[in-house]
């Protein structure tokens, strides 16, 4: 027997057995050699490696079966543990908590094609026989040290308790950065509009008064009409002639501007 006599079977509670199991890590989650297991406290037969399967993360921590090796070998009943209905199952023999019994067997990741039910069973409460009986797995801490362990564990904090004393539990707490202070707030909320307000720029070609393509019909200077000659003493001739003051100088504006703005 793994745990120190049957006596003690009896003693514990689900909720204790599956504590011991627990923290005696579950030896036989990810065991696959072929066998049988059998009851820890009375030896019946109850599963076989034939309906084992590691089921999907994170319920590969825990033993999986599909069926018992028999019906008649696992009794199975509806109770309410640990805030919720769940489905018990016992050893038809001796009563003995198993674990649980779920409905989930192909989507926790069976693939056998009678996949159905999970029997989510406690590594303490079954015990592993095979032809080779060193290939059977060891716990992490071994059961009756987890169980004296819990045992004192609860005794302090049935002291605790009785006596009325407060527990001081240490946290680590993170370094508070200062909080900045309202009008750094808008400050940065401002900052923040601006940027996403501001347009972005675009590398465009820059255009020169070569690449500006004047469309036709359009743009062309209008001819002005030209002065008749004055009653003045100078003559007007066809022939241009470069001006020589500043009074000729004046008179050929009004004909060039028209010229360069239509450019």
């Known amino acids: 027997l793994i745990m120190p006599g049957e006596a003690n079977f009896d003693n514990l509670s689900e909720f204790e057995i599956e504590r011991v199991s627990f923290y005696s890590s ?57 805030g919720m209905k769940r489905t018990e199952a016992t050893c038809a023999a001796c009563g003995l908590h198993l674990g649980y019994i779920f409905p989930d067997g192909k989507e926790s990741g069976d693939t056998h094609p009678e996949a159905g039910e999970r029997h989510c069973i406690l590594s303490v409460s079954i015990n592993f026989v095979g032809k080779q009986a060193d290939k059977s797995p060891e716990f992490g801490l071994e059961p009756e040290e987890v169980l004296e362990h819990l045992k004192a564990q609860d005794q302090e904090a049935e002291r605790i308790i009785a006596a ?33 307000k501001k347009p972005e720029k675009k590398n465009e070609p820059k255009l020169t008064r070569k690449d500006t393509p004047i469309p036709k019909g359009k743009g062309k200077a209008s001819p002005s009409p030209r002065p008749t000659p004055s009653s003045s003493s100078s003559t007007f001739s066809s022939n241009v002639q470069k001006p020589q003051s500043s009074q000729s100088q004046s008179t050929i504006v009004p004909y060039v501007a028209p010229v360069a703005l239509a450019v």
Not at 166 to 195: D, T
């Open 26 to 82: 579950e030896k036989y989650a990810s065991f696959m050699e072929k066998g049988k297991y059998n009851c820890s406290k009375c030896k019946a037969s109850l599963y076989s490696s034939d309906d084992k399967f590691i089921a999907n993360a994170p319920l590969d921590e825990f033993v999986s079966f599909r069926n018992p090796i028999s019906q008649s070998a696992v009794t199975s009943k509806r109770v309410y543990s640990f």
């Open 164 to 196: 009325g004393e407060s527990v001081e539990l240490q946290v680590e707490q993170e370094e508070e950065k200062p909080k900045p202070a309202e009008s750094e707030k808008k400050e940065e909320k401002k900052k923040e509009i601006k940027q996403e």
